[in-house]
């Protein structure tokens, strides 16, 4: 709930109370691996940007892949079900490249 409610409060930031245009669409990038899930995402957002600029602007999630490499084969992989095992070699070891983020893209106005 905290890394939501951080993203909210930047999106607030970059929509000023005093400026004339309405916040329509808030773009949010979440990694494969990162929770909560999109559901959740959306419930949590919905009932934080209550009495905000953002109450009533739609939030679209842009998913990225997970990617991985084993820290044993250094091969690269796509984990499987969110579970970090190396389809190469069986090591649980690994180095998450990407999957992990959560962040604010951009917001739109009108």
């Known amino acids: 709930m905290n890394k939501i409610s951080a993203l909210l409060e930047h999106a607030i ?3 000023p109370a005093d400026s004339p245009r309405l916040v329509t669409t808030v ?3 979440k990694g494969e691996l990162t929770e909560p ?3 959740s995402l959306h419930a949590t957002w919905a009932s934080l940007s209550k009495n905000t600029r953002l109450e009533n602007s739609e939030l679209q999630i842009t998913l990225i892949p997970a990617q991985a490499q084993c820290m044993i084969c250094r091969q690269t992989y796509a984990p499987q ?3 970090i095992i190396c389809p190469h070699c069986g090591s649980v070891g690994a180095k998450i490249i990407t999957g992990e983020e959560l962040r604010l893209s951009h917001i739109e106005t009108t």
């Open 13 to 15: 930031k970059l929509a």
């Open 27 to 29: 773009l949010l990038l």
């Open 81 to 83: 079900n969110k579970k």
């Open 37 to 39: 899930d999109e559901e």
